[in-house]
């Protein structure tokens, strides 16, 4: 096995360097529309992954990049990632000037080791090995070769030839080398071509190439990143991992693997199972048994990850948590499913994929495409979802970074998927009211009252729960759209429900709110809910306008007028019907008093590129629509 080992990193060193002959990175040598929108070139890459058995792999990965500028630094450095269960081999690599000439040579002694520990990880065995050239004269070529030995297979590496937003291609092919007798699986985005095939001393190899690639440079609301660059997702059907056989050709087999990596891992202490009883032996309600037992866990336990060897998929048991009161995703959502089993209450294990915005995800594909878990507890008459990380989110909501997604249910009986909830216009709310006085040098003394619900109080609940009343009035003080002013007051008060609220309570005191010219004043009578948004028509819009946030914001604003003035002119009503949205505002004038309403609606979807322009007319309609102003004039004596 050695000797083998030792033949095909040799071969791969040969014919990487007869690519790297003297010159051959010249910039010169890269085609004109290779440039465009480019940071960095990537001059070729060889992926070559092995499938040893039905445990073991190897990956072989070199490359070339020619950073053109600053902006491409980022993707000069190598970092390599290593555990208990990826065995680091080798790493080389080669600086090159603007003429392909070589400059230096990677030293062994030059390549850092360092733990990837994060910090919320308690335990973790993943480190990696950096380095970098840190060469400043652009533009200039790093190369690099390593070598990688996996001890389970059952994670196949994507091929995703562009690495990034303004990254441009000459070449890059994945190679994917299997015994004749292992089935394997793939699947391709924006890229047509089927693999090139062959047999070769009993085993399979699977080609893909490309060749000049242009940078994708994003767009306003661009679609998800992995929806537009071209990838070729691989993946076993049978695999091993820590001595645990595995079947990924369907959601159910996956899901038997997680059951059978778990089992048995839910037994509870003697004095947790009384806990349990003596917490809802008493309830007859099922329901309020679950926000009993989440309650419970919430105010006992912590988040810590601890990410060692096949701990990365396996949970700590019950015990464990019981025991030290902390754990990560997998062992507190495994604690709260040993709770709930005690009492009597079934619930689901569930894998998913954590993030903002709707990620991309392979329904078709069964893989592991998760990075999270959290529970499912079916009910006869709802079904509750629980994140177990947290102390302070109100049990059976999810917020913004795990709604609206598929999630694998996990049982006896495998794996299923489904989506969990979507939180849409009717539950995204921001309704303000506002109390204001204005006096007559143009100081406005204004309370304002916002009721925020769901995804929209998101940010507000980490901000209250993680930040000190200080940096709260800090984050204040830089985020409210009004040029000077002074925040003399503010309060938040949460409602802890499945769609979570949270009212937030502000006064302010604004200098020059009103600009005065000889016996005018000019107001804007819709104070801090303005629309920023501005962007530039573009007639060759390339990629579909994806928007994924939908809320209905609703304010309400009256603001009494000083003494001696009147109103002289003021806006006209305001309707606006798009695709994107609904928006209406209006200024009335009772007594001495302005009344302002706005009520404005966005909407989801996603949306051709020939829409976009009418996105640009929508958002600049909002821009002028929430920025008209009152004219106030002193009455004449």
């Keep these: 096995m050695t000797r083998n080992i030792f033949v095909t990193i040799t071969i791969l060193l040969t014919v990487c360097y007869a690519f790297a002959a003297e010159g051959d990175y010249a910039v010169d040598k890269i085609p004109e529309a290779l ?7 990537k001059r070729m890459e060889d992926i070559r992954f092995e499938v040893l058995d039905l445990g073991k792999s190897r990956l072989y990965h070199k490359y070339a990049l020619t950073v053109l500028n600053e902006n491409g630094d980022k993707y000069a450095v190598e970092v390599v990632g290593y555990d208990k269960l990826r065995e680091f081999k080798t790493m080389e690599g ?14 062994k002694s030059e390549i850092k080791d360092l733990s990837a520990m994060d910090d919320i990880s308690l335990m973790d065995d993943n480190r990696i090995k950096v380095h970098g050239f840190f060469h400043r004269v652009y533009p200039y070529t790093i190369e690099y070769e390593t070598v990688v030995q996996y001890n389970y297979n059952m994670f196949f590496p994507a091929w995703s030839p562009l690495g990034g937003e303004n990254m441009s291609v000459m070449q890059s092919t994945m190679t994917l080398v299997v015994p004749a007798d292992f089935a394997i699986r793939y699947k391709a985005f924006n890229y047509n071509a089927a693999p090139d095939k062959k047999m070769e001393k009993g085993r399979d190899i699977y080609r893909w190439q490309l060749n000049n690639l242009e940078a994708i440079q994003l767009e ?13 997702y691989l993946g076993p059907v049978q695999f091993e991992f820590e001595k645990y056989t595995g079947d990924m050709s369907s959601w159910e087999g996956l899901g038997k693997f997680i059951y059978t990596l778990n089992q048995g891992r839910d037994k509870l202490p003697d004095n947790i199972k009384q806990t349990v009883h003596q917490l809802t032996d008493a309830i007859t309600n099922d329901k309020e048994k679950v926000l009993k037992l989440y309650d419970y866990l919430q105010q006992n336990t912590r988040y810590i990850s601890v990410q060692l060897g096949i701990g990365g998929w396996q949970t ?7 025991q030290r009161k902390y754990g990560d995703c997998k062992a507190l959502s495994n604690y709260m499913f040993s709770l709930l089993k005690e009492a009597g209450i079934k619930s689901h294990y569930t894998l998913i994929k954590n993030g903002s915005g709707q990620p991309h995800f392979l329904e078709d594909f069964p893989s592991s495409q998760f990075n999270h878990i959290i529970l499912c507890v079916p009910l006869q008459a709802d079904t509750i979802w629980l994140e177990c990380t947290s102390q302070t989110v109100a049990a059976g909501y999810l917020g913004g970074s795990n709604a609206n997604r598929p999630v694998l249910l996990i049982d006896e009986n495998g794996g299923k998927l489904v989506k969990t909830p979507r939180y849409g216009i009717e539950q995204n709310l921001q309704i303000r009211k506002a109390l204001g006085k204005l006096s007559e040098n143009g100081e406005l003394n204004v ?3 916002t009721h925020y619900t769901a995804v929209q109080q998101d940010y507000l609940h980490g901000m209250i729960h993680q930040l000190s009343k200080d940096k709260q ?6 985020n409210i759209d009004l040029p000077h002013y002074d925040v003399e007051k503010f309060e938040y008060k949460e409602s802890e429900t499945t769609i979570p609220a949270i009212d937030e309570y502000l006064e302010l005191n604004a200098l020059n709110y009103a600009s005065a010219t000889g ?10 809910t303005r629309s920023s948004v501005k962007l530039k028509p573009d007639d060759k819009r ?12 609703i304010d309400t604003a009256v603001i009494e007028i000083p003494a001696g003035y009147k109103v002289e002119n003021m806006p006209a009503p305001v309707k606006i019907e798009s695709k994107f949205g609904r928006y209406s505002a209006s200024v009335d004038v009772k007594a001495d008093k302005i009344i302002y309403y706005r009520r404005i609606e966005k909407f989801s979807g996603q949306f051709p590129p020939s829409d976009y322009n009418e996105l640009v007319r929508f958002y600049d309609q909002l821009y002028k629509a929430d920025r008209g102003r009152v004219v106030l004039v002193k009455k004449e004596e």
Excluded at 316 to 322: E, I, K, M
Aim: no cysteine; charged share 25%; aromatic share 14%.
């Design 35 to 41: 440039l465009k929108n480019a940071h960095v070139v």
């Design 94 to 107: 080669n600086l090159y000037d603007a003429n392909g000439k070589k400059i230096k040579s990677l030293k």
């Design 220 to 232: 306003y609301a661009s679609p998800n990143w992995s929806d537009i660059m071209p990838v070729v």
């Design 316 to 322: 700590f048991d019950a015990a464990y948590v019981a």
């Design 447 to 449: 309370k304002i009252n």
């Design 473 to 478: 009035l800090e984050y204040l003080k830089k």
């Design 519 to 528: 016996k005018r004043l000019f107001i804007t009578p819709n104070i801090i």
């Design 542 to 553: 390339k990629y579909p306008v994806s928007l994924n946030f939908e809320y209905r914001d």
